[in-house]
């Protein structure tokens, strides 16, 4: 990956995030933008809305490629699909990953960029998250009020190298905010914990993030389940603290007040949520590391007893 060229941005994945960034992306003149999805996706999602305006991305389907017509492989290809797609997602990406690509995941969690690394070799991934947005999907309607906050550099980025730096130039082109933090590693845990709080909890007690801004006792439901990773990011090397779990509640002040976390949007649509990947792993670190995480076992129990009932007969 010696020279540094984003001619070709592919996106898998084109939820609430990933639409929201491909129509920012797509404004950005040289850029040629593709949604990448196997054909039963893309007659599905021929076009979506974005903000009230119709976006129809250019699509790539693996099972459509022939070798006259193929596609150059990916100068960065983002992944923003939900963590129980990622499989099916890297064999329908894998096509369109070459030597130089550079991926960046979106997913929730700690564990996608591992898994990713595994199947197209790490020097390939760079990590990231995103905060402070608000987008929201129902049905092919996406709307958002902020820009969401892409984090994301190499593990460590003190300089950053020039590939970050290639990417963070064009995120400014596209008005995309960004941040390349020294310490990678702290911030994806720090996102992690947000969301072991803030989406298990909305999602059992269908909250918005006006709501955590006004009632103090879903503020202390999300503490708790925040602590348990605090406790166990000091076993896995990562500084975290309880000052960290506060530094959320102004962000959440800062969205619209009637904005929903993505697993009560999921709840809410019957969709398979991503508790696995959020009170699964912390139960199984857990169980690692001797530390007992009362609160995220209970928070996993009740979601998956919320996601059973929409395919179980009530009696």
Request: with cysteine.
């Amino acid at each position: 990956m010696n020279s540094i060229r984003l001619c070709n941005v592919y996106l898998c994945g084109l939820g609430a995030l990933g639409a929201m960034y491909a129509a920012q992306l797509a404004a950005v003149p040289g850029i040629r933008v593709r949604a990448i999805a196997d054909a039963a996706r893309i007659a599905r999602t021929r076009e979506v809305s974005v903000n009230g305006r119709p976006f129809a991305p250019a699509w790539l389907s693996p099972d459509q490629l022939s070798p006259e017509g193929a596609a150059p492989p990916a100068d960065l290809l983002i992944v923003a699909v939900k963590w129980h797609q990622l499989e099916a997602a890297i064999a329908t990406m894998r096509p369109f990953v070459g030597p130089a690509t550079t991926i960046i995941s979106l997913l929730n969690g700690i564990a996608s960029e591992e898994v990713l690394g595994r199947a197209f070799g790490a020097e390939h991934l760079l990590t990231a998250l995103v905060i402070e947005t608000d987008a929201m999907k129902r049905g092919d309607e996406i709307r958002f009020s902020k820009v969401g906050t892409i984090v994301f550099g190499e593990r460590r980025n003190d300089p950053p190298s020039p590939r970050v730096e290639a990417i963070r130039a064009l995120f400014g082109r596209a008005a995309i905010p960004c941040r390349v933090p020294r310490d990678m590693q702290r911030e994806l845990w720090w996102k992690f914990m947000l969301n072991v709080g803030i989406n298990q909890i909305s999602a059992v007690l269908h909250t918005t993030y006006g709501s955590f801004s006004r009632l103090p006792q879903a503020r202390e439901l999300m503490r708790l389940a925040c602590r348990e990773v605090v406790r166990l990011a000091e076993c896995e090397g990562i500084a975290l603290a309880e000052e960290d779990i506060e530094g959320f509640f102004p962000i959440f002040a800062r969205l619209s007040p009637g904005g929903k976390p993505s697993m009560l949007q999921d709840v809410e649509a019957h969709r398979k949520t991503e508790v696995e990947m959020f009170a699964g792993t912390v139960v199984e670190l857990g169980r690692r590391h001797g530390v007992p995480t009362p609160v995220n076992a209970t928070l996993l129990a009740m979601i998956q007893v919320i996601e059973q009932s929409w395919t179980t007969p009530e009696g």
